[in-house]
Nanobody, 125 residues
Framework: VQLVESGGGVVQPGGSLRLSCAAS????????IGWVRQAPGKEREGLAC????????WYRDAEKGRFTISRDNNNNIVYLDVDNVEPEDTAIYFC???????????????????WGQGTQVTVSS
């Protein structure tokens, strides 16, 4: 499995950003694919994932308002849109997969089976 993130960079507070994850080499039928981030000096936290079976989106409760996960099934790309970015959103954002479509395990337990290398997002004016 290969997960390649893109779309990171420097964003001004209050702006928006879109992260992309190109997935390849997936041989299993059911999984939850999504995003994890790690802010400086903090532990990794699951943000959201989307089910391979029905495209249902799952979010960490605190992120439901500003974060939107979506998927382009034709091109195997997963997106994370973040609105009204805040300095606290500064982090490395990782694309990740949990096999067997277990969103709670993905978001709250971080029992991740496959990781991308991450893309840096810096929110700064």
């Amino acid at each position: 499995v290969q997960l390649v993130e893109s779309g990171g960079g420097v964003v001004q507070p209050g702006g928006s950003l879109r992260l992309s994850c190109a997935a390849s080499g997936i041989t299993f039928d059911t999984y939850c694919i999504g995003w994890v981030r790690q802010a400086p000096g903090k532990e990794r936290e699951g943000l959201a994932c989307i089910s391979s079976q029905d495209d249902k989106a799952w979010y960490r409760d605190a992120e439901k308002g500003r974060f939107t996960i979506s998927r382009d099934n034709n091109n195997n790309i997963v997106y994370l849109d973040v609105d009204n970015v805040e300095p606290e959103d500064t982090a490395i954002y990782f694309c990740a997969i949990k096999e067997r479509n277990l969103p709670y395990s993905f978001i709250h337990q971080l029992r991740i089976d496959h990781w991308g290398q991450g893309t840096q997002v810096t929110v700064s004016s």
